[in-house]
């Protein structure tokens, strides 16, 4: 007896009820908090307005075809990652779920944790509770770091109250559906972001000192384009900027109506993501001009990396503003939480889909238990040790875990599904047509490039640890972290189709 092949979801399927609503869906999952002190720290570190080149030569070459491509096969499939990847071959089902676990299970997990952070700034701007050392009171009374990863300590109590809020407000958005929860947020929190950002643009524009720091942050530097290392960056930040391998994009896709510009809308989500983190840049660097002006100091001296630029250098940066220091902490750290909690909640749509499509469960249970599992496995990031956690899994997920499935999920459409039929689907449901070239970058281009990013990152971690971290430390929060993702998502996949069973049942009674 032949398998029945995978039909749609068998509940009715939700759609987007505009075309707008999907578009500033697709943004708020692209849009996270690495736009706005991410993006700003390579610029700086990378030449200034000379990383553009790469930067966008990357979006050019992988960010926007890999971004069609997921597009893609979820609007032709109709389905969650694992439902789409099955659909062209059982046997690849696993990577859909390797997708969304890691970025269920891993990202989200430790993702919330820092919106919690965020979110207990906004509360801290009020009285500008970080006083006059903020690095301490990051480190030291916010965290109370311990001094290790396997060194536990306690739960931080602001922290899992601001943790739970963040999952509470996750949940009632995403149980309350797509066009009801997720599409009516994201038309508010879209908006509301970029005004935040504009008010901070022009804002940190008219401080003394800002040109200073614009110039560091847009001056190019075109002899660093010379540097491999520049490239890397490049491309690594448009990889993981667009939600790519996180299985959103080809669940949102799946939402969309049969007819349906594909590569205009990848066009306006990627360049939209692209011009959101530049702009973003401005606030940044203007402040920062401002903070090494009053302190008589070189912009570069002030520059610090990721979560040291936001938890540390802006709220000093606030704390010498002339007026209303305040109100430009609460308008900063809100707009920190409303481009995680956008993003959070795609990651957590992505995964809820997949269980539904696959398991044929109610909305409101699947995103019930999803949301309650994912509150508690996040407490253990709570901790004195969570901010070691943070690093390493978040390294492994997103430098490993992630390049890993966008190289599979090039071989499952490019190869096996064939590029040139998903081009026809895509020609046939829009007007603007995809370029054969499309195909090339898909099966060769996009793949090759993910591998040498794979292979440069094994190459340093080999050299010398991570972070300094001890092997054991490493392979057991991290390697094992990606393993243990991989091998539940082999035993969901290796379960059967809920429909599936209630076809075979039914030809058994014929």
Request: proline letters at 4%; a positive charge.
């Amino acid at each position: 007896m032949s398998i029945p092949k995978l039909s749609e979801a068998h509940h009715p399927r939700p759609q987007w009820r505009s075309r707008m609503g999907f578009i500033l869906a697709a943004l708020g999952s692209a849009v996270g908090l690495g736009n706005i002190w991410r993006f700003s720290y390579l610029c700086h570190k990378n030449g200034g307005a000379a990383f553009l080149v790469p930067y966008f030569i990357a979006l050019l070459i992988v960010g926007i075809p890999l971004l069609i491509l997921e597009l893609g096969i979820g609007h032709k499939m109709r389905g969650s990652a694992p439902m789409s990847f099955a659909k062209v071959d059982r046997k690849w089902e696993w990577c859909g779920w390797w997708a969304v676990n890691s970025a269920m299970y891993g990202i989200m997990i430790y993702y919330s944790v820092i919106i919690a952070w965020c979110l207990c700034y906004v509360f801290y701007s009020f009285n500008l509770s970080w006083g006059d050392d903020p690095n301490h009171f990051f480190f030291n009374e916010f965290l109370n770091k311990s001094t290790g990863p396997f060194v536990f300590g306690d739960m931080r109590t602001p922290i899992v109250l601001s943790l739970f809020a963040v999952w509470f407000f996750t949940w009632f958005i995403v149980y309350s559906g797509v066009q009801k929860g997720v599409e009516r947020a994201n038309k508010v929190f879209m908006p509301m972001l970029l005004g935040l950002i504009t008010i901070l643009v022009f804002w940190s524009l008219t401080l003394e000192g800002a040109q200073k720091g614009l110039s560091v942050y847009l001056k190019p530097d075109f002899l660093k384009l010379m540097d491999y290392k520049i490239w890397i960056d490049a491309f690594s930040q448009i990889f993981f900027t667009l939600s790519l391998a996180f299985g959103i994009m080809i669940t949102y896709a799946s939402y969309l109506p049969r007819k349906v510009d594909i590569v205009k809308d990848a066009l306006i989500i990627g360049f939209g993501n692209c011009f959101f983190s530049l702009f973003a840049g401005l606030a940044v660097f203007g402040t920062l001009g401002y903070m090494a002006h009053t302190q008589g100091v070189a912009v570069s001296e002030v520059v610090e990396e990721s979560l040291g630029l936001a938890f540390v250098t802006y709220p000093k940066a606030i704390s010498l503003m002339p007026a209303f220091a305040k109100v430009f902490g609460v308008i900063f750290f809100s707009s920190l939480v409303i481009a995680g909690l956008s993003s959070a909640i795609s990651l957590v749509e992505a995964f809820s889909c997949a269980v539904i499509d696959k398991f044929h469960y109610g909305r409101g249970t699947v995103v019930t238990v999803v949301c309650s599992s994912g509150f508690i496995l996040s407490l253990f990031f709570t901790a004195r040790s969570g901010l070691f956690w943070v690093d390493i899994v978040d390294h492994f997920i997103t430098n490993y875990g992630l390049v890993i499935v966008g190289v599979l999920e090039c071989v499952i459409v490019g190869w096996i599904f064939k590029a040139s039929k998903m081009r026809d689907h895509i020609n046939h449901a829009g007007r603007l047509p995809l370029p054969k070239i499309w195909d090339i970058s898909v099966k060769f281009l996009v793949p090759l490039i993910l591998i040498f990013l794979l292979v440069a990152g094994l190459k340093v971690e080999f050299s010398e640890p991570y972070e300094g971290y001890r092997p054991i430390e490493l392979f057991t929060l991290g390697q094992n972290w990606l393993l243990l993702a991989l091998f539940v998502s082999i035993i969901v996949a290796f379960r059967p189709w809920k429909r599936e069973l209630e076809e075979k049942q039914d030809e058994s009674k014929n």
